[in-house]
């Protein structure tokens, strides 16, 4: 049987690798099957390799030491010529980690809360449930509303809308793989949502300087745990910790896909604890306004696609001319867990 997961199925140096005994992969070998074999360890093992071999996609001593720990973990001994694991990659090892992937993907699918539809969403016209959630969230946008018609203008007063001072702090990461295509074309988001931020006092700030790539080259599947891990994961490996911001990742999602971007909650399967966002490098909803609607999504994540404004300028809407962050949404994005 051919290999049948999404990592290796293309990869014809990895399929040799399956049948043919010299095909073995070992120390010193470079190429994008040796990426690929690093990237099912880090999936698989939580494998913490050498950066200077993932950028290399060299089968380094660091990469070499994680075959080895993988093999012995799982008893890989090929007993009609040794007595203990190995280093090296054969048919065995390459059988195995194939399998384990594919249970990983069936056992492991990610949820997210939104990606910010490419279909205009009709479904929040016909969202007028009355769940717990969606009544809570209207009588405080009713509060909202009053606090907004509170402070409109009295006679020729110039109207100065109410102010919600805060810090929005992110830390924005493009992967290699997207960068490679796109550059920077996705920091128009920051400029378009501290445009629209700016009249309610807020703005967006990025404590951890400016934007980091790492030797992430993958193409990301947002339905399964085991790329929005690995993609979450090599962001922490480069700016670790940093709880009191939303992370904003910029990567390329497989091609077609329905969906501008992807936050993920509490609860997006991957055991991380704040909600986090990924855009997809590959498509730009031309407003700019993705990032910012995912963030609101990720300020609130009892907010489902379903709760989407009916009004297509609203940043919460799903269009593609979105224009206007209303006092609702802005407020809500005032407290989230990444103002200050
Ligand atoms: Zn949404
Ligand atoms: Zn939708």
Redesign the pocket.
């Known amino acids: 049987m051919p290999l049948q997961s999404r990592l290796f199925k293309n990869d014809p140096r990895l399929a040799k690798c399956l049948v043919d005994d010299s095909a073995h992969v070992l120390l010193g070998a470079t190429g994008r099957f040796v990426g690929n074999i690093q990237a099912a360890l880090e999936i698989l093992d939580h494998a913490e390799i050498e950066m200077t071999e993932l950028q290399a996609m060299k089968y380094g001593p660091s990469t070499a030491a994680a075959v080895l720990r993988y093999k012995q973990q799982r008893k890989i001994i090929n007993y009609s010529y040794q007595t203990k694991a190995d280093n090296i990659v054969g048919k065995m090892t390459i059988a195995r980690l194939d399998r384990e992937l594919v249970e990983r993907d069936q056992q492991h699918p990610a949820r997210f809360i939104?990606g910010d539809?490419v279909?205009h969403?009709t479904?929040s016209v016909k969202a007028e449930t009355t769940g717990s959630v969606r009544t809570s969230l209207r009588a405080r946008n009713v509060r909202a509303k009053t606090a907004e018609a509170d402070s409109k203008p009295k006679a020729n007063a110039p109207y100065v809308p109410p102010q919600l001072p805060a810090n929005l702090g992110i830390v924005f990461h493009i992967t290699k793989g997207a960068w490679q295509s796109k550059k920077g074309e996705h920091l128009a988001q920051i400029v378009k949502a501290n445009s629209l931020l700016f009249s309610w006092g807020m703005r967006i700030v990025e404590p951890t300087m400016g934007t980091l790539i790492w030797p992430h080259v993958d193409v990301v599947d947002p339905r399964y745990t085991a790329d929005v891990a690995r993609v979450r994961r090599a962001s922490d490996r480069v700016t670790p910790g940093f709880p009191n911001l939303v992370r904003v990742i910029v990567c390329p999602f497989i091609a077609h896909y329905p969906y501008y971007g992807a936050t993920y909650g509490n609860n997006g399967g991957t055991g991380l604890d704040a909600p986090f966002i990924l855009i997809d490098s590959n498509k730009r909803r031309e407003d700019n306004c993705t990032m910012l609607h995912e963030m609101i999504h990720a300020a609130e994540t009892r907010l489902l696609?379903e709760h989407?404004d009916p009004d297509p300028t609203n940043v919460f809407s799903?269009s593609d001319n979105r224009s206007v962050l209303n006092y609702y949404y802005a407020e809500i994005l005032s407290r989230a867990f990444f103002a200050s």
């Open positions: 939104c539809c279909k969403s479904e696609e989407h799903t």
